[in-house]
């Protein structure tokens, strides 16, 4: 810390009775009362360099008779006793030393008293100029007394803001972050460094003789977390205009810093609170991976419980969103805090999801519609083909949408616990995902599960509309294994994973064929079930009144062509249909 020596001769000051006073053999002829304490002084030395005394005297002697002395009260002096003695020891010529902790309060002091040149007699500068040499020459030269001198100002806003100090310090502040700390004070703040610790390092390496701009600038993210807001943000905003060469994700640390002082946790929101978050969210940089999506996600589950603007939220959403694949699924559940009940915010993550859409493949195709989705249920149950495709397209969806499809996934299997959540919830963000990105779906049969499990009391077309999501060709031989028992599930879907289980077989071995009276036994049970839900199929069912058969006999007959043990997979269909055949 820099420091400046005004003056040569000893302090003199005394107090007496609880006056202060100067200890000199002629008599005192000025008092002045600052606060609650009084001064007894002379006029000599200090009406010839404070201005303001010498015309608040000349204006009382011209009142009053000479005969009586008044008491000069300062009462609207900036700052506290500590400054104006300085001033007054100044004029005494009494040694005096300033430094970033006192110059504002004796700044503003030296401004109030008039102690500028024109006061002064004789070439010496008076201390206001002094002042200001110090400021200039030192004080904005260092980061370090720049931040201190900042912090003081916030004793005297206003006067700091008329004589340009707060911007004076500001700009400095901002000048010294020039160069972006090494990668290892990056990887230090992504693990949680204490911040006393970094703190006390780099005070270690300041006295030890270090201190270039390079490893102070390691440190600024730190210091400025001290700053009060209106002061944090200012100078935030003047490092990122004024030094373009900055980096942004060196911005973003400083930015996560500050809320893990401020904001430290979703209980002890506050007023405060709210416009520190508003602050926090406006000066996020654009840039994609400035700020990891686990610090988004913390300030969204914040601003999902604040008074926080709509806007704010939506910049959070989206800024998340771009990097939705490094996201968790405990980072994804999001508090909800209004009248539906629901726990998490299911449509803030559809808005991450379709941003993180849009920028990883804008060219991709929305998932179809539930009509076309309903309509072509039937058809493809039977078609070996597209069973023999998936099986060799598995792995050809892009890694990031399989990803984020995985977490979309495990994200609705810890929403399905909530009682609350609403099908067509459910069911929006399950369809958000676009096709050919899932290439499982067991996942998708584990959250319908749970859903099922929860909310037993769901009407049937419900249960219907939710299990329309799932792609029975998807599932794997274990997850279809579990589903045919699931008493949960429509008929419907555990006979379409019988087909399709039939049909993997007929896909993996041809060399059994099966017998006319099977085949006639299967074309009869599935007549039988289509007489008895003729009245469903009216309401809008998956599957077909010719049930997608009879129009494609090829098709059915090489769907027929069951491999081993035909009978006891064709014993446990017709079983399978009996004992559901009440619940629909």
Known sequence: MKFMELGFRPDTFCTVEAVRSVSSD??????????????????????????????????????????????????????????????????????????AHNVVAVRCAAEYLGMTEEAELGDTENLVQRLEIFLTSCVFKSWRDSFITLQTTKVLPLWSEDLGITNRCIEAIANGVNISPG????????????RNRSRRRRD????????????????????????????????????????????????????????SKWLTSIEESSADSNLVLESVISLLPADKSAVPCSFLLQLLKMANVMNVSPSSKMELAVKAGNQLDKATVTELLIPLSDKSGMLYDVDVVKIMVKQFLSQVSPEISPRRTRTEHRRSHSEENINLEEIQEIGRSLSSSPPLLSKVAKLVDSYLQEIARDVNLT????????????????????????????????????????????????ECKKLSVEASKKAAQNELLPLRVIVQILF??????????????????????????????????????????????NGGFQSTPSRFMAFCSIPRQPKKMLCKLLSMSRSLSQRI
């Open 204 to 259: 270690e390496f300041l006295c030890n003789g270090g201190g270039s701009n390079a490893e102070n600038s390691r440190w600024w993210g730190e210091d400025l977390a001290d700053l009060g807001l209106d002061l944090y943000r200012r100078t935030m905003v003047a490092i990122i205009s004024s030094n373009r060469k900055i980096s942004r994700r060196l911005i973003g640390n400083a930015l996560r810093i500050y809320s």
């Open 26 to 99: 002629l008599l005192n002829d000025l008092i002045i009362q600052v606060k609650s304490t009084k001064y007894l002084l002379h006029k000599f030395p200090m009406l010839s360099k404070c201005l303001r005394l010498k015309n608040l005297v000349s204006s009382q002697e011209t009142e009053t008779s000479q005969e009586h002395q008044q008491v000069i009260q300062l009462i609207d002096f900036p700052g506290e006793t500590e400054a104006f003695e300085l001033c007054a020891k100044f004029c005494y010529g009494i040694t005096i030393t300033l430094c």
């Open 500 to 545: 399709v289980e039939q049909a993997r077989a007929a896909i993996a071995t041809t060399t059994n064929n099966i017998t006319t009276n099977e085949t006639a036994v299967l074309r009869r049970s599935f007549t039988t079930r289509r007489e008895e839900e003729r009245g469903e199929e009216e309401e809008g069912d998956e599957i077909k009144p």
């Open 183 to 194: 990668e290892d004070f990056s990887r230090q703040l992504e693990t949680g460094l204490l």
């Open 423 to 470: 099908v067509s919830k459910f069911v929006e963000l399950a369809e958000s995902i676009p096709d050919g990105s899932r290439t499982c779906h067991d996942d998708v049969y584990k959250a319908i599960d749970i859903y099922l499990q929860v909310h037993e009391k769901i009407e049937k077309c419900e249960r219907k509309s939710l299990c329309r999501i799932l």
